[in-house]
């Protein structure tokens, strides 16, 4: 009950420290003495009804703009993704023309730099580059180096066996195979069974005689027959 009034003393303290701040913010032209706060003289339901109704007015003002905010409909909706997706297709169709004249710029830029300056750098590397031959295998290029050696030394090896069948072929001589081992009969000189010429015919004779033919025969050697 007593925390509901005030007594003088409290106000006497509350116009002494009202005054001390006043000396402190007071300007040469300002009074001396603190004013009086304004004290409002009207009744408490006039006082209760202006602060609802500037609450009552507030709240109005706030749901005001949410009311202007409305949401749309399935048409609408529909509408407005067609408008949208018109434009980005215009959009990309643009870019893409944007691109392809870019491009042709610089095409036509590249052809006049090559035919007033020769080749470009470009060009130039992509030769440079096309003419490089890519490294083989290791592997590979060890087994072609060991068959090609294998390759020399029996050429080699060749070249030294002819020289020496030569050198055989030339110092060694095979026996023939054809023997003479007689002559046919009826062919032998008559000059020594005749006693009845001369010693001239005798000596023409044994001339003639040396000048018959003999026909040999042959007969194959041992080492023919085991040829065959």
């Not at 009552?56 to 997706?85: K, P, T």
């Not at 002819?162 to 000059?191: C, H, Q």
Request: hydrophobic share 30%; charged share 40%; with cysteine.
């Amino acid at each position: 009950m007593s925390d509901r009034f005030i007594s003088e003393k409290e106000l006497d303290e509350a116009k002494k420290r009202r005054q001390e701040e006043w000396k402190k913010v007071r300007e040469p032209t300002d009074p001396e003495e603190v004013p009086e706060e304004e004290v409002d003289s009207r009744p408490l339901y006039d006082r209760l009804k202006e602060v609802r109704d500037r609450k009552q007015a507030e709240y109005e003002e706030e749901h005001r703009f949410r009311n202007m905010i409305r949401g749309l409909d399935a048409d609408e909706c529909d509408f407005l993704s067609g408008v949208e997706s018109l434009r980005a297709k215009q959009d990309l169709e643009k870019s893409k023309e944007e691109k392809a004249l870019l491009s042709e710029i610089d095409r036509a830029q590249a052809r006049k730099n090559v035919e007033e300056n020769g080749p470009s750098i470009s060009d130039l590397r992509i030769k440079s580059t096309g003419g490089i031959v890519p490294k083989e295998n290791k592997q590979a290029a060890i087994l072609r180096m060991a068959v090609k050696r294998k390759s020399d030394t029996g050429m080699d090896k060749c070249i030294e066996k002819r020289p020496l069948l030569s050198a055989m072929s030339d110092t060694i001589t095979f026996p023939s195979a054809l023997k003479v081992i007689g002559v046919l009969p009826g062919m032998a000189n008559y000059a020594s069974s005749s006693n009845s010429n001369s010693d001239s015919n005798y000596d023409s004779d044994s001339d003639s005689s040396s000048d018959l033919p003999i026909l040999p025969v042959l007969i194959p050697s041992e080492k023919e027959d085991k040829n065959k």
